[in-house]
């Protein structure tokens, strides 16, 4: 039978869930996974949690049509297609690890003082992230998969970035790169005018309709051809 959620509440689920038939219709209410290794069969929410401990699963194709949050040291799979149209919040030491997925997000933000992961475990079409890209100190970003991902805002790598052989690019305005330690890319493609404040290092391609400005560290893989297309212009400072 059909579950319409009509005002904003939060349900605390601490076991599994297994939807054999119905339709669960969230409106704007959370669901929030808050005990310990948990599997769910839900395919849509509102605001979707998974807190507390252990290993949270999802066993079906998952939508999300605002908020992702992980807390506590929950980690959150998603072997199967997850897609979120809002925010992706990672908090605490919890990690999420992403399977085969293709989605736009508003903005991704990976730790709040605590060790975090964002981990790539499948490469599929571009995500693409229309805000800003936050990698905080402690954090994991993990992407060795080599998931290509498109940025409309500004990329923070603050933790322990690895970016792998993935295309990263920058379709916005006024954009920045910032890190504290060097960040070795593949490939960068931008289309809009990006700042490098941080240090990062291009081991293949630079390319792109765009401006790149480096104010801060640019380095070069000598042991690499550095291929630069059609991009407007390169302002190195350093």
Not at 77 to 84: K, S
Not at 116 to 140: D, E
Not at 148 to 167: F, H, P, Q
């Amino acid at each position: 039978f059909p579950v319409t959620i009509k005002t904003v509440i939060t349900i605390n689920i601490s076991g599994d869930v297994n939807r054999t038939s119905g339709i669960f219709t969230p409106s704007t209410s959370t669901v929030n996974y808050n005990g310990t290794i948990q599997s769910t069969s839900i395919s849509d929410y509102y605001n979707l949690v998974f807190s507390g401990s252990g290993n949270k699963t999802i066993t079906g194709a998952t939508t999300v049509s605002n908020l992702l949050t992980t807390k506590g040291s929950a980690i959150f799979n998603a072997p199967i297609e997850i897609t979120v149209s809002g925010d992706i919040s990672i908090e605490e030491t919890s990690t999420i690890n992403i399977g085969p997925s293709s989605f736009s997000v508003q903005n991704i933000s990976i730790g709040n003082g605590g060790v975090c992961s964002l981990i790539f475990n499948n490469a599929s079409s571009t995500i693409t992230v229309n805000g800003n890209f936050n990698l905080n100190a402690n954090a994991v970003f993990d992407n060795s998969i080599n998931q290509n991902i498109s940025l409309v805002g500004n990329m923070n790598l603050l933790g322990n970035a690895i970016v792998g052989d993935a295309t990263y690019g920058f379709t916005g305005t006024n954009q920045t790169i910032n890190t504290n330690s060097i960040v070795s890319f593949h490939t960068l493609a931008v289309s809009g005018t990006l700042d490098n404040t941080g240090q990062i290092e291009i081991r293949n391609t630079i390319s792109g309709s765009g401006t790149f400005v480096n104010k801060n560290e640019l380095y070069v893989n000598t042991n690499n051809t550095l291929s630069i297309t059609n991009l407007a212009a390169i302002v190195t400072g350093k």
